[in-house]
């Protein structure tokens, strides 16, 4: 796991895979010492002190990214749906991986979670542990202000520890929203009248949403430019799953809308219905289901409970080798699509 006193020179080749791009690590030296990436801390080890070791703090390794990474920047605004109508699919945990690798790519990421539990806002949210009820901060702004209330986006948008990913928070008030959205005229397309407008200084909007269909997730879809359903390889969301996508064409059908739609195979067991599922996928959507799947493992847990992606936290785990090749496709099949948006 990395050190919290920062990323070392190991680190840094795991998260951004540098071996697969640069020939040794010498040349990452070599573009520190020439300025061309944040210049290092350098932290004193072994009993004395004596021995050097670069360190280089979260906000540092954007600048890495952004000259070394393995994800290239957009050209164009992606707007990005998680959604899928079942539960405990990793949709959060995948939504929030793919912002803050993408923001560690210096690519400008702002997350719009949906969901009532707040669940995605407590995974990126600044407020340390809570020891004492005078620690209570007071709910902020939300969505409903912005386009309701007159609230202004910088009113709005939290800052995360990643210069390049912020986040409007989930509120009490998604509730009022999700009524009001149902009176309004054009109710459908709020989002894409009235907030997207406001977001262009942003590369990519990464919209996390509940595990439902309701005018909120109708207003994200409308909006979409890509929409992407993390997909149990279990039997429950097997089960679910071509009803799922029949409410979805219907929806689309009714809307004349055609976003793109990819599907991640999460939670992979070693047992045979598992593989079985997994091969199913494969074989029913094979134009838009990313091959790599991703294996369960506690680590993305542990990993989102400590607001850290899967790659900063344990970048050589075999759950980090899963979402670097799966990412990597699923970023590749959203960069070619800008030509459609």
């Excluded at 009235?194 to 919209?207: M, N």
Aim: proline content about 4%; glycine content about 6%.
């Amino acid at each position: 796991m990395v050190n919290e006193k920062g990323f070392s020179v190991g680190d840094v080749e795991k998260i951004f895979r540098l071996k697969e791009k640069i020939n040794s690590r010498q040349t990452l030296l070599n573009f520190e010492e020439r300025g061309e990436i944040p210049k290092a801390q350098r932290i004193g080890r072994g009993s004395q002190g004596k021995v050097q070791q670069r360190v280089w703090s979260t906000a540092d390794l954007v600048g890495i990214g952004d000259k070394l990474g393995f994800l290239d920047k957009p050209t164009k605004q992606h707007r990005i749906v998680f959604n899928i109508s079942k539960g405990g699919n990793l949709k959060t945990t995948s939504a929030l991986s793919l912002a803050r690798i993408l923001a560690l790519h210096n690519i400008r990421v702002l997350a719009i979670p949906l969901d009532i539990q707040k669940s995605f806002t407590k995974l990126v949210s600044t407020q340390t542990e809570i020891e004492d009820i005078s620690e209570v901060q007071e709910e902020g702004l939300g969505l409903y202000h912005l386009l309701f209330e007159n609230a202004t986006l910088s009113e709005v948008v939290q800052k995360t520890d990643l210069p390049t990913l912020d986040y409007i928070p989930e509120t009490s008030e998604l509730n009022i929203l999700e009524k009001r959205l149902r009176l309004e005229n054009r109710k459908e397309y709020i989002f894409l009248d009235r907030l997207t407008p406001k977001l262009k200084g942003y590369d990519v909007i990464i919209f996390d949403t509940a595990p439902s269909f309701s005018s909120l997730i109708e207003n994200a879809l409308v909006c979409s430019t890509e929409i992407v359903s993390p997909i149990g390889c279990e039997v429950g969301t097997y089960q679910i799953l071509a009803d799922y996508l029949a409410i979805l064409s219907e929806f689309f059908d009714v809307m004349k809308i055609e976003p793109a739609h990819y599907f991640i195979p999460v939670l992979l067991d070693k047992n045979k219905i598992s593989q079985q599922i997994y091969g199913s996928y494969l074989n029913a959507y094979s134009d838009q289901v990313i091959a790599t799947p991703v294996r369960r493992s506690v680590i993305a847990q542990e990993a989102s409970v400590l607001q850290r992606s899967v790659f900063e936290y344990s970048p050589d785990s075999p759950l980090a080798g899963d979402l670097y090749e799966a990412f990597k496709e699923l970023w590749k099949r959203v960069l070619a699509n800008e030509r459609l948006i």
